[in-house]
């Protein structure tokens, strides 16, 4: 189970950190990422980061400005936004598999979290 908190309103140019807690699985096995999903759009990856986290990968919206981590003791994966935009407001998920083309391609991960949602005001 993965279950996201962090999220709310809040102005543009404003930080957020979203946290993302599992349990009932080797947690550190697993490659970690983040998603979100905006009114009207197709889901979208964000971010990424192996099960040892000596390896992350972002898409180019948001790279310099969110930081992806993982505190494997604490079964936790961090998304921390900062420079925040309107368009970074979106439904935002975290997500576990073992492949890391599976999460980065977005292509089936095994488990899923209900979602938090980031509203970025203008």
């Known amino acids: 189970q993965l279950v996201e908190s962090g999220g709310g309103l809040v102005q543009a140019g404003g930080s957020l950190r979203l946290s993302c807690a599992a349990s009932?699985?080797?947690?550190?096995?697993?490659?970690l990422g983040w998603f979100r999903r905006a009114p009207g759009k197709d889901r979208e990856f964000i971010a990424a980061?192996?099960?040892?986290?000596?390896?992350?990968n972002y898409v180019d919206s948001v790279k310099g400005r969110f930081t992806i981590a993982r505190d494997n003791n604490k079964k936790t994966v961090y998304l921390q936004m900062n420079s925040l935009k309107p368009e970074d407001t979106a439904i935002y998920y975290c997500?576990?598999?073992?492949?890391?083309?599976?999460?980065?391609?977005?292509?089936?991960?095994?488990?899923w979290g209900q979602g938090t949602q980031v509203t970025v005001s203008s």
């Open positions: 997500a576990a598999d073992s492949n890391w083309r599976t999460v980065l391609l977005d292509t089936g991960c095994d488990y």
């Open positions: 009932g699985r080797p947690f550190s096995s697993y490659v």
């Open positions: 980061i192996t099960g040892s986290g000596d390896r992350t």
